[in-house]
């Protein structure tokens, strides 16, 4: 089964330190460490999406990870929102981490200010005149100063993001969505704006008021905690 498969993957390791070992995926280890201590303790079925370079995730349902077939799952940046969308090193185009992601964020501000710079977007003081160095944290700052070019090009990601997880929300019927990883430090300005998102239409209105959609808790400890606890729980 699929906790066989976790064990068997590090048999090298643990035959060498003759002590029990295993290994997950880090988006599995993180919804896991959520679900049991922190953002979704208590939630029947959680999701957890990880906003970062890309989109990783994790889900948990009645206490445990969800793994799917192969142990390929929760894949959730690679769900297609543009079918005629940016091409992904995955092969699709249009894959909710190429708009929704920190990284997409600042790809999609240097983008825009590279073909036509608006003098008065306070990003270009922040790059130093350079749009090479945006990242997602300058335009999350732009977004709290009023920047109106911040703001458009922090919505349309929030736009993307609201859609995949009202996906996710109708696929799923979580009790609890909760985002983590870098992104999810811009706190209410993206918080606030997916929930709008949401709440046009994005997902059916009876599993949508079943799901909360809230920070994780556990920040940068998240992977450790969880790691603890699948390897708990494969033990016993």
């Given at each position: 089964g699929s906790e066989m498969c976790i064990r068997d993957s590090c048999s090298p390791v643990r035959n060498a330190l003759k002590l029990p070992c295993f290994a997950d995926n880090d988006g599995n280890v993180a919804a896991m460490?959520?679900?049991w201590i922190g953002a979704?303790?208590?939630e029947k079925?959680?999701?957890m999406l990880t906003l970062g370079t890309g989109i990783g995730g994790g889900i948990i349902i009645d206490g445990k990870v969800y793994r799917g077939a192969t142990n390929f799952v929760a894949e959730f940046g690679h769900m297609s929102v543009e079918v005629e969308g940016r091409i992904c090193p995955c092969g699709n185009r249009g894959c909710?981490?190429?708009y929704a992601s920190a990284s997409a964020v600042a790809n999609t501000a240097r983008e825009r200010l590279s073909v036509i710079p608006p003098p008065e977007s306070s990003l270009m003081e922040k790059c130093g005149g350079e749009p090479a160095n945006i990242t997602a944290k300058m335009?999350?700052?732009a977004v709290r100063e009023g920047d109106a070019?911040?703001?458009e090009v922090f919505d349309q990601a929030c736009l993307y993001l609201g859609v995949g997880i009202g996906n996710?929300?109708?696929l799923f019927n979580p009790s609890c969505v909760i985002l983590g990883g870098g992104m999810s430090l811009a706190g209410e300005i993206l918080f606030q704006r997916v929930r709008k998102v949401l709440n046009m239409?994005?997902?059916y209105p009876p599993i949508l008021a079943a799901a909360k959609v809230v920070p994780a808790q556990l920040g940068d400890d998240s992977g450790v905690i969880g790691a603890a606890k699948v390897a708990l729980a494969a033990i016993s």
């Open positions: 460490a959520e679900a979704g303790r208590n079925a959680v999701l909710l981490e190429r335009v999350c700052d070019f911040a703001t996710l929300i109708n239409g994005r997902a």
